[in-house]
């Protein structure tokens, strides 16, 4: 047998191995990975309710696996995980593309993997679904579900404004869901004033609530101040909800 035969001989077996069997809480991990686009080990140990040696341990063993992949980008910053083109297969989840996180939305990434985890354990009669998934559902419906209409159109279409997480009730109780922002930078005074007034007069949802950084629950303040959505919007600050899952 020459080289080139042996070398192909191990590419085949390579791609033809037994995939490892998963499980219970993997499978959760991948799906919710794929889902929500991102996660760390304290979401996950959250989510899941074990320790963070646990979540570490079983996402170190889906890294080894390629389903999921990891970066570190921010010192001092938890490491990030996102499922592989083969996690997303795994997975079963559909109709969503792979996630991307840069140095530039680590911050984000991070705390909205976090947030998303504490709000589906505190409410777990809820679906915390993502962004990326409302996005998905909403070019599917084609119309808004859970997003605000801007003021603006461009080229006579409506601008939508998506939050990050959405809280969905249970479809049989006829409840509307709730936006979720997760607010770390502060945006232009003009821009947020513009998603608050969207957001006051949305009936998408029941209402929004904001998880804000201390700079930027002063800069919310007074934008829903100026859009008078005091009825409709609530902001908290980060802290409450860890406070909240602790």
Request: glycine residues 4%; hydrophobic residues 45%.
């Amino acid at each position: 047998m020459t080289e080139s035969d042996k070398a192909l001989e191990r590419a085949v077996a390579k791609r033809t191995r037994p995939v490892a069997s998963m499980r219970p809480g993997d499978e959760e991990m991948l799906v919710w990975t794929a889902r929500i686009g991102a996660v760390t080990v304290d979401a996950l140990a959250c989510l899941q309710q074990t320790s963070s040696t646990t979540a570490g341990r079983r996402l170190a063993a889906a890294t080894r696996e390629r389903l999921v992949s990891r970066r570190h980008l921010l010192v001092g910053r938890p490491a990030v995980y996102t499922a592989t083109a083969a996690g997303m297969r795994r997975s079963g989840v559909e109709g969503l593309g792979l996630a991307h996180v840069s140095v530039a939305n680590a911050p984000h990434t991070i705390a909205c993997a976090e947030v998303a985890a504490a709000l589906q354990r505190l409410y777990p009669d809820h679906h915390v679904a993502s962004e990326r998934e409302l996005r998905r559902e909403e070019r599917s419906a084609g119309a808004p579900l859970a997003s605000a209409v801007l003021d603006r159109a461009v080229e006579h279409r409506r601008r939508l404004h998506r939050p990050d997480l959405v809280l969905w009730p249970q479809s049989a109780s006829g409840e509307a869901p709730i936006a979720i922002e997760v607010e770390l930078a502060v945006k232009a005074p003009r821009r947020l004033a513009e998603i608050c007034r969207a957001w006051a007069r949305s009936r998408e949802v029941a209402g929004v609530v904001y998880l804000a950084s201390p700079p930027a629950e002063r800069a919310l303040a007074r934008a829903i101040e100026q859009a008078s959505a005091h009825e409709r919007i609530r902001v908290l600050s980060l802290e409450t909800l860890s406070a909240l899952v602790d």
